[in-house]
């Protein structure tokens, strides 16, 4: 809180200080509820000004990592909202196709062996691609929820609504994504894995 | 914990979401009907995936080309969010204080019509309404009333 009180009186050291313990999870949350990265750097610098400039009105209410995490799904949810374009991220089908059916980059146990590069971006990209067959609201508690590991009430503080409404969105959520998932894991587990 | 097959239970389950004891049910229940083993065979490759996300980091020079942007617009000094933060309270007691005023304006408007219409300068024709503060009501019950006061005055 001390650091949150000196950016409030406008110190701009401390507010660096402030932007770089959180950015990460900012840039995540982010990328992860767009579905890819290309914008992440235009919302992020929006969502941090955003906090900047509403950093005097913050009252300590809430935590302030509860209120900056909020900033940042609404701007996603608003930006999303007036995209035109479609996300520069390929489908799992076309991905699927991409690697000719082979399916274990999706399922088979992560390997150390570092030539395996090309499944690692392909399986990031699939992460991302199955998390955007998800409506934005679902999507959002996933990646709240199973991504960045934040509790079910943390989420309700943070999307402003009730604890069962988070429940109930993030069972909706996981269901869909297994539904979406399922065909790719019984071809898998058919052949032979 | 629903009777038949515990659908909703898979992902809490997998996830450590549950009691020990609903996790201890879910499991029995697991062990002995291939349907739901196979559904919670399913849930894990989903967990699993998601678990293998790896983080992004932050594009390099972030600090620089935010710092950039809050130069650019001016927003150094805290001063002008304190400004729009008190207006926003200032406002709506600004708006109050102007239908006051409002309010009082036409209270003196409605007198001078009465006036005018009961010395002879009001233009109207019988049966028309002129504005009592912020009523209309007929001249007719104007006249009456100013007939009434002066009677009582006269009194
Ligand atoms: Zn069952």
Not at chain 1, 74 to 82: T, V, Y
Not at chain 1, 103 to 108: A, I, V
Not at chain 2, 86 to 103: E, F
Request: proline share 4%; with cysteine.
């Amino acid at each position: 809180m001390e650091l949150v009180a000196r950016c409030q009186s406008g110190d701009r050291a401390a507010f660096r200080q402030l932007v770089e313990q959180y950015e990460r999870t900012v840039f995540n949350i982010i990328v992860s509820v767009m579905g890819d990265p290309t914008e992440a750097d235009d919302i992020a610098q929006e969502v941090f000004l955003k906090v900047y400039r509403s950093l005097p009105t913050f009252r300590g209410g809430s935590q302030f990592s509860v209120w900056l995490y909020r900033v940042t799904v609404n701007q996603c949810l608003d930006w999303l909202k007036r995209r035109r374009r479609r996300s520069a991220v390929m489908s799992l089908d076309q991905l699927v196709d991409q690697s000719e059916g082979d399916l274990d980059f999706l399922f088979k146990d992560a390997s150390p062996d570092a030539t395996e590069t090309l499944d690692e971006a392909r399986l990031q990209q699939a992460i991302h691609a199955a998390l955007n067959t998800l409506t934005p609201d679902h999507r959002v508690v996933i990646v709240l929820k199973d991504l960045e590991g934040r509790s079910q009430e943390e989420i309700a503080a943070i999307l402003d609504c009730p604890v069962g409404t988070v429940k109930s969105r993030l069972t909706r959520a996981r269901e869909a994504l297994k539904e979406r998932l399922r065909p790719f894991y019984e071809a898998w587990k058919a052949g032979g894995n | 914990m629903q009777t038949g097959h515990p659908i909703d239970l898979l992902f809490p389950y997998v996830c450590g979401e549950l009691s020990k004891d609903e996790a201890q049910r879910v499991s029995e229940h697991c062990a002995a009907c291939p349907a739901c083993a196979r559904e919670v065979d399913l849930v894990r490759a989903t967990q699993r995936l998601l678990a293998r996300r790896v983080p992004v980091a932050p594009p390099p020079f972030f600090w620089t080309r935010l710092s950039a942007r809050l130069d650019a617009e001016g927003v150094r000094s805290v001063f002008w969010p304190e400004v729009i933060w008190v207006s926003k309270r200032l406002i709506p007691a600004l708006i109050a204080a102007t239908l006051i005023l409002t309010s009082l304006f036409w209270q003196d408007e409605g007198t001078s019509n009465i006036e005018s219409y009961l010395t002879g300068n009001g233009t109207g024709k019988a049966g028309e309404q002129v504005l009592v503060g912020n009523q209309a009501i007929s001249k007719e019950t104007v006249f009456q009333t100013a007939v009434l006061d002066d009677a009582a005055r006269s009194d």
